[in-house]
């Protein structure tokens, strides 16, 4: 038996400890093993499907792009389509800041500390003072600032000469780049970005990435300053190229904002309205996807089962699900986030009928009690959130249960809180995301009375994670001697260490002689189990 071996992956899994890289309703992100640095190769997908490496070739060296995201799996994927466009535009991707002539972060504002991540990235780049002051003297001389930005929004052709051929100089600020902020945090700040950061010339919320192409251009064209900050708008973002990150997994979202009003939530803000991407479209995308080497598929929105297909074909969710798993070439199929009012029978009945759908669902509670429930607006009771649990526990084949909690949440009574905790031992989860309740800005529960002090949060979240990790850690230890198939995904410095997932998504660290397994679907014998992953032994290929 191989030795259980620490690659760090149990860190990245499980119980959700607050801070980066978390879900917001909208995914479970899955655990990136660091052993996967070395895959994160340029690699990415144009509209005929075909995959190449990003082109080595000479680039002029102010045609570089530096991206950094922060968030959810939607930022992912929304910064793999913010790649494509520049790339098509004949941008090359680097790995830092330095090198980079455009400098883009891509944020997330789900909670208070993941917004502030932002600030302090762009307090890096902070140009020297005597930059500062030309900034505040070229935009006084200038009344540049919110110009471009009415230019933007109401949609102005793309000049093709500055309009204030001196303000190029300015761009040079900050050490000759153009530095952009994208996400949810651009859309909650808009321009108070530029008063906070005045070398920042690009700010655009989400839900305007479709008008992205043409505020570069802007930027191109010497402008200093553009906004794309509309959410009022039926159109979702489609680009002719993504680059795609993950060599196997290719992320698809399926249905954009949220329509849902949770007291806490700034999602409905920050992405704006619901839209859903034609049926047709979405199935085209998978065949192509599948033809250019893909074998899994994840669907991808904030409340992804409250898809509602716009053409004439009027697909329900569970129909575009079996439909996507049907695809030829397509062995797994994952969707991420699901919102229990719009869960019913029929998606366990569609899991059930298509092996290739992976037997898990991301369940997101937020809390056990029925009077919280009710002040986060939820739309649903205890109960109501058990009966759907109870579907999916009838199923014929297991299904992985997950789900996101919030502690703490104003007028959170201790009776409250061990509705929560007893919640746990009902439903047995798989893994669980827990926060510490962050009020954000423009949200109802802000003003809510009777907020629970920060360290009492912290107990509460504490006592929760270690009642779930035992929980995890007997549901886990249950699975030795069974063999699960897993897509490799990930090789270990160490000779013949590997990881990959389960279809129901779990971490599973392996051995193997062969030299050659990433990418690969294997059996994999469990041999020992820890709360947030297993460790096995390879028993065939499949
Ligand atoms: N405070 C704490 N957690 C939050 N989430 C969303 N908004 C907040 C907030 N204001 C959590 C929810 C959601 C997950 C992505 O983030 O649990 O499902
Ligand atoms: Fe999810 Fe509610 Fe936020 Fe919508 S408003 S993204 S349903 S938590």
Redesign the pocket.
Known sequence: MGKSFDIGLERLTGIGVPGDG?????GVKPPLPDVLADLKIGHYMDASGTIGAQPEMAVPQELTFYLETFG?QMNDHDSEKVAGVLLARGYRQVDGPEAAKVILYNTCS??EKAAQKVFSRLGELRPAASDLRQIASEEERSGELGAAATRAQAGVPVPQEPKHPSLRKIVNAGGGKIIGVLGCVAQQEGERIFERAPWVSLVCGSASYRKLPQLIAELEAGNRRVTGLDTDTDETFETEITRRDNPWRAYLTIIEGCDKACS???VPFTRGPERSRASASVLEEVRRLAEAGYSEVQLLGQTVNSYADPSARKMRFSELLAAVAEVRGIRRVRFTTSHPRDFGKDIVEVIEAHPTICDHVHL?V?SGSTAVLRTMARTYSREEYLDKIALMKAARRPISITT???VGFPGETEKDFEETLTLLDEVQYDSV?A??????PN?PSLKMADAIPEEEKGRRLAILMDRQREIQRLRNEKLIGETFEVLVDGKSRRENQWSGHTSSNRVMNFTSPERELLGDYVQVKVVSAMPNSLVGEMAGRT
């Not at 978390?22 to 909208?26: S, T, V």
């Not at 926060?435 to 954000?440: G, I, L, N, Q």
């Open positions: 978390q879900p917001q309703e909208g959810c789900i909670r806490y939530c700034v997101p937020q996101d909690m919030i995301f926060f510490k309740y962050s009020p954000r949200t």
